[in-house]
């Protein structure tokens, strides 16, 4: 069977937006790739698909299952049909990440000083002091350039009629960049030609744009400063992207027990004794950072390490304390920080969300719970989430308990369809639901957000959960020049 | 460079290095058990590379394929080529933003290669020596690559040092338990297979011949594999190269703990350059080879000392 034939069989699920066929036309932006893939058989595809799927065992991009002392090595799925976002489609989304990004960290510094936000009511202070991200320690600490966010990944969803929906910030550690460049990398191998033809936007920069930022914020006026990326170690599951990002800056690369604080300065071992460090980019969750400060049993961390950050003898990347910035109950408030902050409109849409504290939204969730997405507000990852309308009557009365015992600790949200778009699984062009996780990088000179970023997909027929925890896949994203 | 750095890039080398000699030493050891099947036994090979006990040595001696299994794929044996080429690639995956990327993958090739589940049925049933040439193969891709993509400086002086201390140890450790067989005694002639076999094993057979034209003996054997230059295999070849490589280390360390180790270097260098084959028969071959093992063993201590501790 010819490609063409595959796509002429493609059906789009009633009342959902698909980015590739709208009612029984393609897209133009999707004409393209069609006119090329008319040109390859579904035989061809399945070798494409297995050419990538051998490159990333290759090239070692993978993660490792340890079972019975044998590690064995994962591969993150990959659909080989890019996702494709216009030049318009992109510049609303690269205005709206920008503005929300701007008042989140404006945010973030008056939270962690004067405070206006609650003092003018915008925000109730309760919400703040009972986050568990909110870090007491952070108060009354100036950073570098007021820049708390450095690196971001804001979650973008688009509803039945193609509407693009914040779905959730990822300020404090966001992960899949390097997924973002590979997944570019292997396009390149098994659709020679392809990215050229489309006028496709290169996100190779994005490493170089991270490692300007990373030097820039270094607190000794040093021409050469010493930059790190600290990792939990070989046997986190993003270990891959932590030495890819090492790499691509050509930094090193240090795990907590390189490390060492001494007159609240951070020091690293090296061969010639020890070398002080002037900024950590951190991949350790900011809970294991410092055994001294957050949980005493960790052993990724640094003891003293948060003395020395607030002696500001050394840059954290990104700053301490933005959970309270991304924690899902907050979430609720960054349309009123943009008006608050900005004097502006959000570009770009929150989705609409029930505080589970106020008794009238807690009210009506609980009773149309089969209708609602709950989302515990401190977890991510697709952790501590119930979607209504799939869920067990076991599981729904659970969380309705939950909700009434710990209403500070869930939102509920309507279900939104989210977008689909076309992959290739078992030989057919198949819709699988998807959403958008692009890239936004903070520094001294303003925000550079690459054109593209990680489009992850639910790869199981009907679902609408993409993370990778539970069963999600990603695929390359374009974004067109014109 | 980070002391966790140099530590994993000193140990990716000496365990590429290791399961180097243990394959040369496999596939020379399974061509001569195919030339004299009544006599051969794997009984050198297993008391150099396996921790075994007298007693499971001789119940398995006999057995080729078992050894070769145990040898290549066991993931239980500590020394198994799986194991070691297991653990040069964690090595490498700890370090990969300081290997090239060329590198890193050819490792993870390599990884790929012997972890696949068919090799132990292959190596039992098939060709032996297909399969050993294809895992040595990689060993060659790897040093190919490693010469053309690494950049210089610490790293690669770190990975030489670790590949050329291993590399005099395993010679050492050879002749140790070859001359064993011979009681030490230099005068004993043996047959000419037995010679042919241990030179092969070390890719040495060829220099030999066109080196020593009086044929086969003890004293030439031991001169090509300690004394030799022009042998890549020799003890003293490795000592100038260890020596060599850790002089580029200067501008990277310390003074202190730099004189202290090129002083144990090139004392030990001296100390082989400067005797020759009636010294090493005065002192006694084994005296001498455990001589010499023991300095190897006080670099190797020294240099971890000096800047691989890091915890």
Known sequence: MTSAELFKQYEVAEGTWDE?????????????????????SGDELNKKEELAKSLFMSQGVTFTVYSHGEGIEKIFPFDIIPRIITASEWSLIESGIRQRLKALNLFLSDIYSEQFIVKDGVIPVELIYSCPHYIREMHGLKVPHNV????????????????????????????GVSYMLENREITKRIFPDLIPQNGVRPVMQYANLLHRNLVSLSPRPVADPQVVLLTPGMYNSAYFEHATLARLMGIEMVEGTDLVVDNHKVYMKTTRGL?????????VDDNFLDPLVFNPESTLGVSGIMSAYRKGNVTLVNAIGNGVADDKAIYLFVPDMI????????????????????PDEREYALKNMSKLVIKKTNESGGYGMLIGNSASEDDIALFSREIVANPRQYIAQPIINLSSAPCFINGKIQPRRIDLRPFALCGPHGIDIVPGGLTRVALREGSLVVNSSQGGGSKDTWVLSD | MLSRVADSLFWLSRYIERGDSIMRMLKTNYASSQDLSSGFTWKPVLTIFSDMEKKEIATMERKGRDVLIYMVTDRDNGNSVYNIVTRARENARSVQDNITIELWQCLNNYYHLVKDEALERKLKREDPVTILDSLIKQNMIYYGVLDSTMFRGEGFSFMNLGHFLERAQQSINLLDVKFSDLSYDLEKTADITYWKHLLMSISGYNLYLKTYRSGFDARNILHQIIFNMNFPRSVLYSLHHLEQNFEQLKPHVDADSYHQINFMIGKLRSKIQYSNLDHVSKVGLHNYLVGINEDLQAIGNALNQHYFAYS
């Open chain 1, 20 to 40: 590739m066929k709208a009612l029984d036309d393609f897209r133009g932006h999707y004409q393209r790739v069609l006119e090329y893939l008319s040109h390859v």
């Open chain 1, 148 to 175: 708390y966010i450095h690196i971001a990944g804001i979650d973008l969803i688009r509803d039945h009629d193609g509407t693009f929906y914040v779905l959730e910030d990822n300020l404090r550690t966001p992960s």
């Open chain 1, 275 to 283: 070398e002080q460090v002037d900024v950590i980019y951190k991949r």
């Open chain 1, 339 to 358: 008006r608050y902050y900005l004097n502006e409109e959000p570009i770009l849409k929150n989705v609409p969300t029930y505080r589970m504290e106020n």
